[in-house]
């Protein structure tokens, strides 16, 4: 995978990434069956077919239909069924119907998907005057796409949980064995700091403006919260008692019958889960994953201690090196002990709100994040399935507080 | 198709039955895609999949693993996700989340098919000592498949409706243009009369048993009510005219938002709907299809008239010759002039209620119909989707008043 | 309570009636503070209040509105709120918002009341030409009334129900101990009979016409099912039983949680239920009531025996003395040994449906009963709550076989 | 009104307060019918009955059971049905429920309302040690009861808008006219600021602790929006433009066919509002009320500007002389140019979440703001309904941001 360069990629290198990316999403692709790319198992989620498709579209609406002239798509139709949210790109298919499309077939969007990739090839290789704003677009595209192959997998994982016979998306294979880590923090100053992205490399607009903010000292866990520490908190009461919880969060746990993290079940004085490779015994010293804001809010504070906020996980975060994810074999990895990449996306205690100065870019593409600036919590970090490339300090996923099929989980902060 | 003689079926008749039916099913999904056989778009309709894995099911649970030592099932979850509702043959999956099983495969359930069909013949051939009660076994399983036939068609294409491409499950192809024709009727005496099936070939336990019953004289109409006097009712304001509506279906109206049958438009001054041949025009003489109980009981009143009584009903169809019916083109027939069977089923203004000494036999195969019999009205009759052995007079199928989605019409009565 | 003769009332009768009829629905109020009054609890029930308004607007609209030149009401925008269903004597308020109304207060209503009490004492005393046409619009006023009058009652009792303080309507009072009976059964021939209303005596459109059916001879119980008789049921497992109940009942069941009547709870191995008297342990001879028709039919599968027929109950019925009734305490008395009425309503197998040949009356007086003959079954017979002059053998009262809150009960027939 | 001192109350002065908060209370009640006082019209509002037991049972539970040994209620059972959320106070009442208890009446909550007002009489005269620890919990229960005393008049008046008569609470008094007032700004330089309550003087847990935080210069209007802005934004299609909204306002403005602030029509050209003193035609140079979160932050995107943040306001309210409020009389006031007091509250775009350091007291108390502190957002500020008491510049209300029947507009703010 080509990591985005400091700067504004530059035609060629343009031109790899989204090789590097289109055939990425193939692969993951791969092991499924036509049944398993029609799964819709709820709303937020889409069929890995949609997927496929929207993040194709994405090339065509906003580069091939705009620049090529007398571009013609393979089905003008398309358009209506694979927009996602974007307002300003005219009007799209119901989101919670997706899973009712069953033409056209995977066969059909992976022919759409080559005749979107020849068109692209043949743009950005003619040397064009605008190869330089192609290029970015592109690079923005890729982006888009790798946060689709996120998407692709979780939506997937949920999709087969329905299917009493728990298949798995990848064979299981051996999990290397990780061990128990002392939970361990690290002091940080805090003072008048400058939070945000600057310039120089790939960022989402809501990444910016970089200001100045005040931030207290705090001290940050070394690691996630593990599986044996929640199964402890599971066990001192922690989902029976109203107190350690926002009332919303009482509220939803107690509605929805919460016990314990999403896919989990106990067979035989067993925690057991089920993951991507099937059903799993808990692996104790992995990060716990599959928790909503609300459970993790309510371990923190059970805890005695807090979430962080984003200023606070991106000054300690912008000093962690970033190890490439796992996303290949799907395996949760042993703990290194510090990273900060690559495990889990980690809930912060910050909503997702716009930074000072923040304004959208004009057009359906300003759509991206502004209007999704309420009633979410900014996450930080990357996930084992979250690829490597979308991985810098300053960027922002967000979700509401009770969505728990994510890979979600949290690391714990203090004052000093 | 071989039609079940009047008596039970000797075992090698049963056999040929058995074959056909098989065959059948196989050929109506055979223009389908794995990815249209996941289609579950409510939880009445199941995906064509599940259809042809439960039908498969039926012969297993209730046939080999009953009289076939040693039978071994290629997956004995099969009989979980199988079972549609039947409490005494165990638990069974959640009917609304059908949609939601991509494995087995399209493929893994025809291996399932050829499995069962394996088993089932060399048992049906076996010259066994309890060959006849398995012959009976056998028709009840076909004609079990034969409803499940029907559904699978109906449930395809309510499946297939909410895709925006509006794609045919067969290509279009010329329909034979019918004509109007009058409306006329044919007076019947009553009296004090016999209704339900008495002895000698195939029936399910609801149409028994045979019983005296009153019947004033009554006429009824000679063919059913078509689209052009549907589009006269909706000129005239039906849809908009309470007191037209019994109370619950003026309600069931007001919320659905209905103003003409499922699956119906206007286009530029034409009425278009959407049927297995994809978008098309409404075929004026046809019969009206897909309206409610609701729907026809207002249009009744509305003409001055009444929805016959199932009894009345069964009086003049069985003095009806009964023709073949059109499943194999999908086509709806030009009207007849006379006929009671084959264009639509009908709605009566008979609740579904267990005839006097009605007694359901014991076992799983009991929940057969008995446990349905509230809140539900009995159409008779039958659609160009019901197979030709599925018809005789006494046949009572059901819906509940709000449902639309089955091939259901109307014919008028009125007291004499 | 004056009865209604069995011919039409004459005008003095009329008058009679109305006063004892107005004044008895005072009576029941009587014991309310206004905070009862606006009591609504669900939407099938209303408030108190809203009761006496109602009642009041039905002599107003049909009758003074009609007849008296000039008749001011005292306020205009009564008649849209208290417009029940009639849609045709103009628009409503939602009847799930009539607990929200404070204004007009009780007081208001009350004088509402005397304020149309007035006019229509001058309008029948007026020794009008039409007095013969008055006399029988106030007959069915009355009737109505009293319909109102135990609805009253049962929504209060709704109301009151969700209180944790359990207030009671009336205090409790001795109740006469009644004794065990034998479950006894009367035979009855059956055979060709006539059913329905004739003539003389007042009854509502759905009464008749009067009509030839054919009924098999039956047995039918001497005594309703009792709270003893339930409670075994109960032991046995009944509510835990799926293949006893019907398909939807079950799910009903399950849905709601069902494991006893409604009202009942278990405290210190002694069934208790809330009354009109305020809590008390189970009587357990009196008559088994509030169940459902899903509880009912399911208990008579678990006797071995079935709900009888509208047509059984009212050939038996026919022969049976009526007593007056026990509204004025409030109190479920002793069996005695053979009555039909006034101790429950007794659900039937038969769903509410037209008689052959019924036709409404024209206009808003004609949606009475016709337009609610769909998903409802029929109750014979009157409960503690049911004015002496509502019971007649024809009467058929009708609800959902899913609601519970009025005095509904059940008695066993079987085929002989 | 006693205003609480910058220092904590002296006994002799809490019983003043204490009286003063009491009689206030009643006098709101006066006008109503005990019809009124049941009204329940969603979850969000309680009956003022409610409120009237509510506010008494937290001096009872707090203070009279903790600290006069034998203290016997009136009736132990009030401690279930008038707790509101107190988790630690022990089991609850169903929020949604709290109108359908009619026992006990109007009067018996006023007799209640007596016995805790002599009881905590004695206590606060009798010269005990814990005087000052009485005083304190005395200032919380007044300031507490404050809150609910505005609640009593926006809960009564979203019940009153369900009813068809539109009844006012107070009778319609000529209201002073207000006139145009030109939009102006104020600067502000901002800098490294302390945020929050210090200390001297009653402020809520949430208040504090104060803090250092960084505000970028920025101007905030010198009034809030009004009507006749609103009207604007109304008449350039701010409903209908998608891109103005943020997504889940929209959808929400959608789902619930918003196209006007809460309580407006349109009349014969004229808008109109359910008030207080019943249906008014809209006062044009009033402050807009009953406008949710995303209705406000709409505005503020069309109007090319943005809503404050709570640290913005907090900085210009502080320098602004806090004046009376109008709620003796219901009238909006006429704008008096550069007020932030007691027209409305003012949506701020800051989350409601903790300040740094922020630790919730032990204990039921504990319990007051903490567990809030999600999913909605900071108001500040007073409405014409909140009384002067309350109005202090660290005062933090919050709502959902969908919410609308509170007094709540908002006021612009821009960078510098």
Same mark, same amino acid.
């Given at each position: 995978m080509t990591r985005p360069a400091a700067a504004p990629l530059a035609p060629a290198q343009a031109l790899d990434f989204f090789h590097d990316t289109r055939t990425a999403t193939e692969r993951l692709a791969k092991p499924l069956a036509p049944e398993d790319m029609m799964l819709q198992s709820m709303t937020d989620a889409s069929p890995a077919k949609w997927h496929l498709a929207h993040t194709t579209w994405f090339f065509e609406e906003f580069i091939l239909k705009e620049r090529v002239p007398g571009y013609a798509s393979p089905d003008d139709r398309f358009a209506f069924l694979f927009n996602s949210y974007y307002v300003q790109a005219g009007p799209r298919h119901a989101r919670d119907k997706r899973g009712l499309v069953s033409r056209p077939t995977v066969e059909d969007v992976r022919a759409y998907r080559a005749h979107v990739d020849d068109a692209m090839g043949g743009l950005m290789s003619a040397g064009r005057d605008d190869a330089d704003d192609i290029a970015a677009l592109v690079e923005l595209g890729c982006h888009h796409e790798m946060q689709h192959q996120e998407l692709l997998v979780t939506d997937l994982l949920h999709g087969l949980s329905f299917n009493p016979l728990m298949p798995a998306y990848r064979d299981p294979e051996p999990v290397a064995v990780s061990s128990e880590q002392p939970l361990t923090f690290t002091s940080h100053d805090g003072g008048l700091v400058e939070i945000g992205h600057a310039s120089g490399g790939f960022a989402y607009d809501c990444e910016g403006p970089r200001h100045r903010t005040y931030v207290a000292p705090f001290a940050l866990a070394d690691r996630p919260v593990t599986n044996r520490e929640w199964i402890a908190f599971m066990e001192a009461g922690g989902y029976e008692t109203a107190p350690l919880w926002l009332s919303d969060g009482w509220a939803t746990a107690q509605a929805e019958g919460w016990d314990a993290p999403l896919y989990w079940w106990k067979q035989e004085d067993q925690w057991w889960s089920f993951t991507l490779r099937g059903p799993q015994p808990v692996n104790l010293d992995a990060p716990v994953v599959h928790v909503s804001y609300y459970e993790a809010e309510a371990y923190a504070r059970w805890a005695g201690m807090r979430l962080p906020t984003e200023q606070e996980w991106e000054l300690a975060g912008r000093d962690t090196p970033i190890r490439g994810n796992?996303? !290949? !074999?799907g395996a949760l990895r042993p703990l290194p002990g510090g990273g900060m990449w690559g495990d889990v996306w980690e809930w912060t205690q910050s909503p997702f709100t716009p930074y000072p100065g923040f304004r959208p870019v004009e057009g359906a593409i300003g759509e991206y994040n502004g209007k999704f600036m309420v009633n979410q919590f900014v996450l930080r970090g990357g996930s084992c399935a979250t690829p490597a490339a979308q991985m810098r300090p300053t960027y922002r996923t967000f979700f509401y507080p009770h969505q728990r099929w994510q890979m979600l989980g949290l690391r714990l902060a203090k004052d000093v």
């Open positions: 796992f996303l !290949d !074999d």
